[in-house]
T-cell receptor, first 116, second 113 residues
Framework: GAGVSQSPRYKVAKRGQDVALRCDPI?????LFWYQQALGQGPEFLTY????????KSGLPSDRFFAERPEGSVSTLKIQRTQQEDSAVYLC??????????????FGNGTRLTVT | GNSVTQMEGPVTLSEEAFLTINCTYT??????LFWYVQYPGEGLQLLLK?????DKGSNKGFEATYRKETTSFHLEKGSVQVSDSAVYFC????????????FGGGTRLMVKP
């Protein structure tokens, strides 16, 4: 497809379980972002990759959150020992280059995580 | 720190009414400003942007002007349609962390026929 693809679309996890969320960015896009969107709120930055390098992970809320992009394309966001406060929509976005002035940010439809 | 504040919704209007959604920001530096829209069941899409003071972004009949003196970027449309019903997010980016976006809380717009 032509857009950013995220899977699964919905995920229900029991508290304490580990989850892995996948993002397939647009082919060739250099920059990749993960955002967390709680219900009724705006997205909040989690982490940023330029190719395979994770250049900023300052938004990750705890050491239970881990993201990787080993080959500079597909990215996985992993959450260990999920807690109820992790319930949110996790958005992935990609951009062709590293500058917002030259290319727009393309968002996926997100993965809605519910922790019970 | 950097932050974006936008008016709370929902905003309910009749078709062809005038729309204003207020957005103000706080930033350390000179940000670029954006409006994103999220239609039901879809991902966030860029609606318009402005990269420096006094710039006006426009798209699909929507406009917003970057006002440095009031640190604002209010979204306006002269005549809304039912198809404009969506959630609108104001956002800023600075030249750091790959120009990552800081979003406001979103404003839901409901347009009734």
């Amino acid at each position: 497809g032509a857009g950013v693809s995220q899977s699964p679309r919905y995920k229900v996890a029991k508290r304490g379980q580990d989850v892995a969320l996948r993002c397939d960015p647009i082919s060739g896009h250099v920059s990749l972002f993960w955002y967390q969107q709680a219900l009724g709120q705006g997205p909040e930055f989690l982490t940023y990759f330029q190719n395979e390098a994770q250049l900023d992970k300052s938004g990750l809320p705890s050491d239970r959150f881990f993201a990787e992009r080993p080959e500079g394309s597909v990215s996985t966001l992993k959450i260990q020992r999920t807690q109820q406060e992790d319930s949110a929509v996790y958005l992935c976005a990609s951009r062709r280059d590293s500058s917002s002035y030259n290319s727009p940010l393309h968002f996926g439809n997100g993965t809605r995580l519910t922790v019970t | 720190g950097n932050s974006v504040t936008q008016m709370e919704g929902p905003v309910t209007l009749s078709e062809e009414a005038f729309l204003t959604i207020n957005c103000t920001y706080t930033a350390t530096g000179y940000p670029s400003l954006f409006w994103y829209v999220q239609y039901p069941g879809e991902g966030l899409q860029l609606l318009l942007k402005a990269t420096k003071a006094d710039d006006k972004g426009s798209n699909k009949g929507f406009e917003a002007t970057y006002r440095k003196e009031t640190t604002s970027f209010h979204l306006e449309k002269g005549s809304v349609q039912v198809s404009d019903s969506a959630v609108y997010f104001c956002a800023l980016s600075l030249n750091n962390a790959g120009n990552m976006l800081t979003f406001g809380g979103g404003t839901r717009l409901m347009v009734k026929p």
